[in-house]
């Protein structure tokens, strides 16, 4: 049906379009005119045409979206791959960008800030806000420090990495418990014994 009806429009447009060149008439104005007497004297057949263009149009819009969705599925299942390699080779690292303090609201941090896990050893990097009880004058070292991992526990729980490190400095005695999804997105808290707890939000990256 579509098809006889373009033959019939490519035959029609190809008479008119003869007679007009005869006139030296221009081509915008040629096809304008074309468009106004077919409009007028094939109303129905210029509705089926171009009721048959918008269904094929969204027909298209339709595949490409499923295509689109295909490629997401397809990079979410390279990127799931890629955290479940870092873990299980234990070197991977988890940009902060947020923390959450014992006391008030979540706080916004720089993308300058993680945790890092390389073999036997942790590499720590990060803001705290909260009290303090018995640490060194001025402060100490904080949560920024690195050091070979006493203990290091991985489960999976609910369809995430549940991590535990132990780990300890000249300082105090740290738990790490890491939640890694398999997106990378990451949940981290840590439990000092001389600190409030204190957790943060991130995101494993790839460098």
Same mark, same amino acid.
Do not use: W
């Given at each position: ?10 035959? $029609?447009?190809?008479? !008119? ?12 104005? +040629?096809? =304008? ?29 339709? $595949?490409?979206?499923?295509?689109? +969705? ?6 979410? +299942?390279?990127? +799931? ?10 070197? =991977? ?6 923390? !959450? ?10 993308? %300058? =800030? ?10 720590? !990097? ?6 303090? =009880?018995?640490?060194? !004058? ?12 006493? %203990? ?17 400095? &000249? ?15 990451? &949940? ?20």
């Amino acid at each position: 049906m579509v098809l006889s009806l373009l033959i019939r429009i490519f035959s $029609l447009a190809r008479r !008119y379009f003869r007679s007009k060149m005869k006139r030296k008439t221009r081509f915008p104005f +040629a096809f =304008y005119s074309l468009i106004r007497i077919f409009a007028a004297e094939k109303g129905m057949i210029m509705k089926q045409v171009i009721l048959s263009l918008v269904l094929t149009l969204l027909a298209v819009i339709a $595949l490409e979206g499923c295509a689109t +969705a295909e490629e997401r599925a397809a990079r979410a +299942a390279e990127h +799931a791959a890629r955290v479940k390699v870092a873990l299980t080779e234990r070197h =991977y690292k988890i940009r902060v960008d947020h923390m !959450y303090p014992t006391k008030g609201g979540s706080k916004s941090v720089s993308s %300058s =800030y993680s945790v890092e896990v390389r073999n036997d050893s942790l590499f720590s !990097y990060l803001p705290f806000f909260g009290r303090a =009880y018995q640490v060194p !004058y001025g402060g100490g070292k904080g949560l920024n420090f690195s050091e070979r991992i006493g %203990s290091y526990r991985e489960s999976l729980v609910n369809g995430r990495r549940h991590i535990e490190i132990n780990v300890k400095n &000249d300082e105090d005695s740290y738990l790490y418990v890491i939640d890694v999804f398999d997106n990378g997105n990451s &949940d981290i808290v840590v439990q000092a014994q001389q600190r409030e707890r204190i957790s943060y939000s991130g995101e494993m990256v790839f460098e």
